[in-house]
């Protein structure tokens, strides 16, 4: 009997415990001695973009899917070699989409008939060279390509842009919170808080103009870069007193 009731004190031992820790546990967080004010403000650099993302692609058509297939695979074949002869690497050219899709002809109270297949292999190719990045097209519709999309243009080293816009986001929040305190006759003592909510560097829409000009066909395709918003966005927590 005893050896039983030395192990039950063992095992409640702890449990007694319990309560204080919770009570612990619960205990609410110190309120700063103040009034809190929460502001949320957007910071803005501008950049030119460095960097166009174009998708060009071959699109054939034939009676039969193989050799659908067959001449796209040989047009396609002359882009790859356009671009790699125009000195953009490998790392910079991607497969994004490759399909081949049977082509009907529909009549009425009839089922559809098919006719033939088309085929489309399409890349998407990253200019480093915004400036040359038109005459590489019009050398990509020289070898075959039929398919193009874009630009979408972008930075391709954001931090450093992205670094003033939280800079500017900051100045704007405290600038913001100065206003609050003094139109409520008080004074900001310090930042409690500060969270990033938000940033933006990638692809803008492009501010592009893509064309050819019918009754000149040597010129070149003009892409304008344009400038591009990097934002970044804050929500700052102040102390007014």
């Given amino acids: 009997m005893r050896l ?24 609410p967080a110190m309120i700063p001695d103040g009034t809190i004010l929460d502001v949320s403000a957007t910071g803005k650099t501008t950049r030119v973009p460095d960097i166009a993302t174009i998708r060009a692609g071959v699109v054939t058509q034939n009676a039969t899917a ?20 125009a000195g953009v690497q490998p790392r910079d050219i991607a497969t ?15 089922p ?35 398919q193009i999309d874009g630009p979408s243009l ?3 080293q954001p931090d450093a842009a992205l670094d003033e816009a939280r800079t500017d986001a900051i100045k704007r929040a405290r600038a913001r919170a100065d206003l609050y305190a003094k139109a409520a006759g008080l004074t900001v003592v310090r930042i409690l808080s500060i969270s990033e909510s938000g940033e933006m560097a990638g692809p803008q829409p492009p501010v592009v103009y893509m064309a050819r000009v019918a009754a000149a066909p040597k010129a070149d395709t003009a892409i304008a870069p344009g400038e591009t918003d990097v934002t970044a966005t804050v929500s700052v927590r102040f102390l007014l007193k």
């Fill in 4 to 27: 039983f009731a030395t192990a039950c004190l063992l095992t409640l031992s702890p449990l007694a415990a319990l309560p204080a820790a919770a009570q612990v546990a619960g205990a």
């Fill in 66 to 85: 193989a050799a659908a297939l067959a001449d796209n695979a040989k047009r396609m074949v002359g882009v790859l070699a356009a671009l790699k002869a």
């Fill in 154 to 156: 972008s930075l391709d």
């Fill in 96 to 110: 994004s989409n490759v399909s081949l899709q049977p082509q009907y002809r529909y009549a009425e109270n009839q």
């Fill in 112 to 146: 559809p008939a098919i006719t033939g297949y088309q085929a489309s292999n399409t890349v998407s190719i990253r200019f480093r060279d915004v400036a040359k990045s038109g005459a590489i097209l019009d050398a990509l519709v020289a070898q075959g390509a039929n």
